[in-house]
Structure formats: structure tokens, C-alpha cells
């Protein structure tokens, strides 16, 4: 099969898919407002989400085969999702770090802050001292 023929398989599975469980959580809870009103296009992007979570968890499986061609075909998959891992790690430990040191007034911004926020800023102060102490 062709990439697009598999794109258009996907996408009409995942219809399918979210319009079963929409109906099934209708008829599950008696038409109560969490599913009476969730729209066609939030249920559609639920089944989509889990479809591309477990083809995620597939690939990195792969990735970690013993069998070398096939680790091969999936190594870049598996640096990113351990990259991923770890920059998720270091942005808890920093906001962590934040919370415990500092003023008043940036421990509470650093309560606040996500750990997008806190991998930025983490991001940028590693920037600020390789370019301080450069050669």
C-alpha cells in the first residue's frame, strides 16, 4: 500500500473509532453533559491520539530490537524519545531547584511555572554560560 492509502485508512479508523466510543460513553452514563457534549471533532482526535501513542511506543520498541536491521531502521526514533525523556527530567529537577532556592518572590514564580517555562529558561541559562565562559 501506498503512504496515502494509509493515511486515509488511519483517519477513517480513528472516525470510526471516536464515533464508537462517543456513542458508548453515551449510552454508558444515561446522555450525561461530559459526553452529550463532546463534539464529533474532540472524540475523533482522542482515537487519533491513542492510535499515534501506541504506534509511538511500537516504534521505540523496535528501536531497541536485538535484531540489528531492525534497530537500524528505528535508532533516530529511540535518541528522540530518550532526548525527550531526559529534557523533561532536567526541566522538573531545575523548577524543583527553583522552588527550593531564591527569593520570595521567584520561588512563587517557580511554583507557577511549567515545565515548558522551566526547560526554557533552563535552556537559555545554559546558553548564557557557554557563551560567557567560550574561548
Do not use: C, Q
Amino acid at each position: 500500500m501506498t503512504w496515502w492509502i494509509w493515511i486515509i485508512a488511519v483517519l477513517a479508523g480513528a472516525a470510526v473509532v471516536g464515533w464508537a466510543l462517543r456513542a458508548g460513553g453515551r449510552a454508558a452514563t444515561g446522555n450525561r453533559p461530559y459526553f452529550r457534549d463532546m463534539p464529533f471533532g474532540v472524540a475523533f482526535g482522542y482515537a487519533l491520539g491513542g492510535f499515534t501513542l501506541v504506534v509511538a511506543v511500537w516504534m521505540y520498541a523496535l528501536s531497541r530490537s536485538a535484531d540489528p536491521a531492525v534497530a537500524n531502521e528505528f535508532f533516530f526514533f529511540g535518541v528522540l524519545v530518550n532526548f525527550v525523556i531526559l529534557a523533561a527530567i532536567a526541566a522538573w529537577v531545575f523548577r524543583l531547584l527553583g522552588r527550593a532556592v531564591g527569593t520570595h518572590g521567584s520561588r512563587k514564580l517557580f511554583r507557577a511555572m511549567p515545565l515548558t517555562a522551566s526547560f526554557g529558561v533552563l535552556t537559555i541559562i545554559i546558553y548564557a554560560i557557554l557563551a560567557i565562559f567560550a574561548g
